[in-house]
């Protein structure tokens, strides 16, 4: 599996350094921004694989972010929100349901929990590939199934046409 890059946008030094470190621990590579308009401005220019960012930030709401990222790339891009104030289901719902948040975390975050959730976002677009047979392989598949007993919609074929029980 390639390198994957996450993008990471907080403003709080401390929880930034917190977040980069865990992920480089992971294998991945990090880019960083402070603020919600770096951080949009960061997404464009580096086309990462997954973007973690604070719910409250500057100059770009950490909400209208996700809900930015979320539409442009049509949910391609993983958005993973991490919070310190806005706790409890009702904010959670309203992150992935509303606004198209791939995951939310409310800090402290767990660390393992976090990094489970980041592998699982990124390894799916991966295994989608590999879970799927290739085309000519499924046409090959379905044209033998057309001459055998069952219809596509699976209801019994006669064996022989004109033969009737």
Do not use: C, W
């Not at 993983?78 to 719902?93: A, D, E, I, N």
């Amino acid at each position: 599996m390639a390198e994957k890059k996450v993008l990471v946008v907080d403003y709080d030094a401390k929880s930034l350094a917190n977040l980069v470190k865990m992920l480089k621990a992971n294998k991945f590579r990090v880019v960083t921004a402070l603020d919600g308009q770096a951080g949009y401005d960061a997404f464009v220019a580096e086309k990462p694989d997954l973007v973690v960012l604070e719910a409250m930030l500057p100059k770009m709401h950490g909400f209208d972010l996700t809900r930015k990222i979320s539409l442009e790339t049509q949910g391609r891009v993983p958005v993973v929100l991490v919070t310190g104030l806005y706790k409890g289901p009702k904010y959670r719902q309203e992150a992935t349901s509303g606004l198209g948040a791939a995951d939310y975390f409310e800090k402290p975050i767990d660390p393992d929990a976090f990094i489970a959730a980041i592998k699982r976002l990124l390894h799916d677009e991966d295994e989608i590939d590999e879970e799927l047979p290739d085309s000519n392989a499924v046409i090959e598949a379905l044209s033998r199934r057309g001459r055998g007993h069952a219809s596509p919609r699976g209801e019994a074929k006669p064996a022989q046409k004109g033969h009737r029980p």
